[in-house]
């Protein structure tokens, strides 16, 4: 009689999930959501790590006060404009298109909100972080590390100079890949005041394909976070230039990050 040995009889790993499939289940969640669902879910089956990363108990609490005892601390003088240009943070010119991306952080009401820490991180041109763990094939550029920060002025206007950042793949499914993005952080008062989101570029044929993008079920606000672009912004034989205003509160609100998310 034939033997099974443990190397046949081990049961094969399951197929990865191809693009098709994410994108009938990006449909079905659609369509099982109801309308308005303004902010990414936390728990979008086609986005698979969110499975395991989503809380499923009350968040423990903590005390803001206890947390500043430790959190980093900063005034307006430890922020440097040149923090701003993501550019020139090296001995090199950085590859890629450069470019000039601003806007307004507002409140509910349209008020600016003043004198607030902006963050931004993202990939270089050719889609890689400067991260251990980001090994795909891709250069590293060594004048162009991907972060910077600004302080909002009076009118709540942030404005940063970099390099337009490319799509990357990532292993959510076979052949998946992100749209070209740049993360934002926002601080309040506090650091316990944060506030995570990303900013897409107009016309990305990866839109339709990212369980990330499309974890927000409200088109209309999936749009709120594509910049525009603006010529008049654009700089003459230096920068092309972009626009793309925060709004914390109220109905037409940026979609924020969760923890959870990436």
């Not at 659609?30 to 879910?41: F, K, L, M, N, V």
């Not at 903590?62 to 900063?74: H, Q, R, S, T, Y």
């Not at 550019?87 to 008020?111: F, K």
């Not at 763990?133 to 942030?158: E, S």
């Amino acid at each position: 009689m034939p033997t099974t040995t443990a190397a046949t009889s081990a049961a094969a790993p399951p197929a990865p999930d191809s693009q098709e499939r994410i994108t009938a289940e990006i449909t079905a969640a659609h369509a099982a959501t109801a309308p308005g669902a303004a902010q990414p879910r936390i728990d979008f089956p086609p986005y698979r790590s969110s499975a395991l990363r989503h809380p499923t108990k009350d968040p423990r609490h903590a005390d803001p006060e206890g947390i500043e005892l430790v959190a980093p601390v900063f005034g307006h003088s430890d922020i440097d404009p040149v923090e701003a240009d993501l550019t020139i943070q090296h001995g090199g010119e950085p590859i890629g298109e450069r470019m000039l991306l601003t806007g307004r952080v507002l409140d509910g009401d349209g008020r600016p909100v003043r004198h607030q820490l902006v963050e931004i991180w993202q990939a270089n041109a050719g889609g890689r972080y400067i991260h251990k763990r980001d090994q795909h094939p891709a250069p590293i550029d060594p004048n162009f590390t991907g972060v910077g920060r600004c302080l909002t002025d009076g009118d709540g206007t942030y404005r940063f100079t970099t390099i337009k950042p490319g799509p990357y793949p990532w292993r959510n499914h076979v052949n998946a890949w992100r749209p070209a993005h740049i993360h934002f952080s926002l601080f309040g008062t506090e650091f316990t005041q944060r506030l995570i989101t990303q900013m897409y570029f107009p016309g990305d044929p990866l839109f339709a394909l990212d369980p990330i993008y499309q974890s927000i079920t409200d088109r209309p606000a999936r749009e709120r976070l594509v910049a525009s672009y603006d010529h008049d912004l654009t700089t003459h034989e230096w920068a092309t230039g972009y626009r793309w205003d925060i709004v914390l509160t109220g109905t037409h609100a940026t979609p924020l990050e969760r923890a959870e998310h990436e």
